[in-house]
């Protein structure tokens, strides 16, 4: 299965719903820790919430050069570092940037630090090392990782020459710190065979770091990496587990971290992403995922954007589009369904969770048109804020229609960002 940025990238830019701006009045409920960020085609805006009421800040919008990718905040300093690329928002595919942006105290309004900073080729994840002081970028095509120094003005210095060929697998999809900030893993996709073109593997590659050096440390891969397509991963806060979407198998993989940071060959655990496993339909696959910070809940995203022909059109075939909790067993790391919730967006690509762990907030990538009986109606991108309840269930606070006309919806995030 592929994703959206690159079946449908071009329906992805049609226009959403109009957004008013939110009156003083909110905008300063904002500056008390109520705010987020969402990244739609170029530009980052800060967003509020007021009860059920969401709404971007007038005023607050900042622009990459190009459109974003994701975003990363520095560990101990107000600054925010985006990733952006034109790779489908241009015939050239030559804007690829790393950029610097001071974030205000008080406001967390959003400037531009310094100049963005080239980067070779698309940069689809990015992450710091836990004394800020480098920048890791994976890169999906050609896949690959590169370390970038930190200057003392914030902004991100050129790629750091490594000393060997880093293994950095088919199709990197995101890059993180193992929680020791020794180790770095990358994700690598891999991609279904297509078009007469066989599998690619998927693996867990994992480099040692050394202040921005890497060097080759292990590759997991079970079944050769067949039938083994990881997304993301996140770590358990204080277990030594790593848990990993599986895209292209719509699996939730549970894999242990031994000493010196060495993962598992094989899952501990496997299950399935979806409420319905016997109904997938085309274009249906796991998305990010993300551990609650007192480790006892995780939540992934459930995307599905496959269409089929109807009145001249092409309409949603159907599938899941939800977050998906799961209750973690704190003494074996066992991952168990517990709800599965619809977004009423979709393609989920990208959600957060406060920092007190009291609200998530998922983000549709673009709009869809859904058949209902022989009418075709549009449903524009959506932002929809769930409650997190004691038991870790979600339940549906708002949403909010955001217009996608200069590209896709791909990133949002609290403070502390992620």
Known sequence: MTNLTRRHFGAALTAGLAIPMLPDAVSARAQSGTSFYVAVGPDLTQYAMDGATIAPIEGSTVSAPAAIQYVWQHPARPIVYVASSNRFTSTSDDQHHATAFAMAPGTGKLSMIGQPTPLSSRPINITMDKTGRFLLVAYNGPSSLTAHPIAADGTVGAAIQQDGKLDTGVYAHQVRLLPSNRTALLVTRGNDAAGGKPEDPGALKTFSFDRGRLSNKQSVAPGDGFGFGPRHADFHPSKPWVYVTMERENQLQAFTIGPEDRISAVPAFITTTLAEPGKVRPGQVAGAIHVSRDGRFLYLSNRADGKTDANGRKVFVGGENSIAVFAINQKTGEPVLIQAVDTQGYHVRTFTMDEGGKVLLAASVAPMDVLSGSTVSTVPALLTAF??????????????????????????????LN
């Open 387 to 416: 409650s997190i309840g004691a038991d870790g269930k979600l339940g549906f606070i708002g949403k909010r229609a955001v217009d996608t006309a200069k590209g896709p919806m791909f990133w949002c995030g609290f403070p502390p």
